[in-house]
T-cell receptor, first 114, second 114 residues
Framework: EAGVTQFPSHSVIEKGQTVTLRCDPISGHDNLYWYRRVMGKEIKFLLHFVKESKQDESGMPNNRFLAERTGGTYSTLKVQPAELEDSGVYFC????????????FGQGTRLTVV | EDKVVQSPLSLVVHEGDTVTLNCSYEVTNFRSLLWYKQEKKAPTFLFMLTSSGIEKKSGRLSSILDKKELSSILNITATQTGDSAIYLCAVEEGYGGATNKLIFGTGTLLAVQP
């Protein structure tokens, strides 16, 4: 069974540009999460989808971040325009919609804004 | 504000040593506590703890939750170089349903020397 897949693994962009990160969850997992780790800090929650619906987006830092999950399968996280402080590792995780199950994480996308 | 604190921040031991990693939390709507191991990229699941005082074991690793003290420990016996990694503690919080919004600690970096 394939795990959570994220693309790209690494992205370097200039300040002001747009970047789109993609996450393919484990097949059948209705829950999909985005997290971010900024250098030196802990991994922090950004938002949560249940199928195609945003369940909780309380962690999204500002309106430059837009997440979508069309059709309830893969998800994208777009940053537009990117700022220096957006640099970090963006993790995606998925889990079944069933209590007592752990979240499975992707390998992350390292975003560097220069 | 909800928080998870891990100690120590880093640890260097020799193969064969036993280590104990600590995690304490202040989370309003606690549901479970999870331990993950992060070697290179994706955090991989180790344990999920929901009940106080019940030890979970997997090989040389074990973990226990103390809800009275709002803490958990992760023990690794007879450490091997392959145990070198960042160990992440996360608390699942939420009101209900089958979701996994996680609040992470900063992690403990364990280095096992031959």
């Amino acid at each position: 069974e394939a795990g959570v897949t994220q693309f790209p693994s690494h992205s370097v962009i200039e300040k002001g540009q747009t970047v789109t990160l993609r996450c393919d969850p484990i097949s059948g997992h209705d829950n999909l999460y985005w997290y971010r780790r900024v250098m030196g800090k802990e991994i922090k929650f950004l938002l949560h989808f249940v199928k195609e619906s945003k369940q909780d987006e309380s962690g999204m830092p500002n309106n430059r971040f837009l997440a979508e999950r069309t059709g309830g399968t893969y998800s994208t996280l777009k940053v537009q325009p990117a700022e220096l402080e957006d640099s970090g590792v963006y993790f995606c995780a998925s889990s079944p919609y069933r209590a007592g199950t752990e979240a499975f994480f992707g390998q992350g996308t390292r975003l560097t804004v220069v | 504000e909800d928080k998870v604190v891990q100690s120590p921040l880093s640890l260097v031991v020799h193969e064969g040593d036993t280590v104990t990693l600590n995690c304490s939390y202040e989370v309003t709507n606690f549901r479970s506590l999870l331990w993950y191991k992060q070697e290179k990229k994706a955090p991989t699941f180790l344990f999920m703890l929901t009940s106080s005082g019940i030890e979970k074991k997997s090989g040389r690793l074990s973990s226990i939750l103390d809800k009275k003290e709002l803490s958990s420990i992760l023990n690794i016996t007879a450490t091997q170089t392959g145990d070198s990694a960042i160990y992440l503690c996360a608390v699942e919080e939420g009101y209900g349903g089958a979701t996994n919004k996680l609040i992470f600690g900063t992690g403990t970096l364990l280095a096992v020397q031959p």
